[in-house]
């Protein structure tokens, strides 16, 4: 279907609007009096937003019986990944310089840290297993049960954000809750093909 390829398009640019919004902040020297955190925490929000984007494909595809979204979910997930490796490199260069004993001291202290590169790493695997070749390599089966990885990413993240803040946790709680909607309405559509011995 041709016009799905020019949705697709249109998305794939969509999706690209947050990084180019902070090149633009920043070649307008718009980032705010600590740059860094500011692109830290907007690359951070874009990962989580797009882990959630992502997971919602399957319950719209049902609910609203649109086949075709599930053309759009790896994409998402790419995404995901794209803004992920952001955050990250965000830390590892700006903020820390490749100070790698800095940065080792770093996850000691801080738990969080722990956190969101644990959620990032279980993200590696589903980008590099995200094409149709890595698909007929495992299996559908084990692609599916592996891809399933993005449930604990997901976790990961919001756990990461949630300890990140000191105050104000209304945002990691927004996206908690989100993901346990959506973790709920899996564990319920489980049940229902899962046969009762």
């Known amino acids: 279907m041709s016009w799905i390829r020019g949705t697709k398009v249109f998305v794939f640019l969509l999706c690209l609007i947050p990084v180019l919004l902070l090149v633009w902040d920043w070649h307008k020297d718009a980032l705010g009096p600590n740059p860094v955190e500011y692109i830290t925490h907007t690359t951070g929000d874009w990962t989580i ?15 609203l ?5 599930i053309r759009f979910r790896r994409m998402l997930g790419l995404y995901a990944f794209f803004y992920g490796c952001l955050h990250l490199m965000t830390y590892l260069w700006l903020d820390q310089s490749f100070d790698w004993a800095a940065i080792w001291k770093d996850i000691y202290k801080r738990p969080y840290i722990t956190a969101g590169f644990t959620a990032w790493v279980l993200m590696v695997p589903l980008a590099l297993t995200s094409t149709a070749w890595a698909i007929r390599k495992l299996g559908g089966r084990r692609w599916q049960m592996l891809h399933r990885l993005i449930y604990f990413s997901a976790l990961g993240g919001v756990i990461h954000y949630y300890w990140l803040v000191k105050s104000d946790i209304r945002l990691p709680l927004m996206y908690g809750a989100i993901l346990a909607v959506l973790m709920l309405y899996r564990a319920v559509i489980w049940k229902r093909i899962t046969p009762t011995r």
């Open 49 to 63: 937003r797009f882990l959630l984007i992502t997971l919602c494909i399957t319950p719209l595809r049902r609910r």
């Open 65 to 69: 019986n649109l086949p075709w979204l």
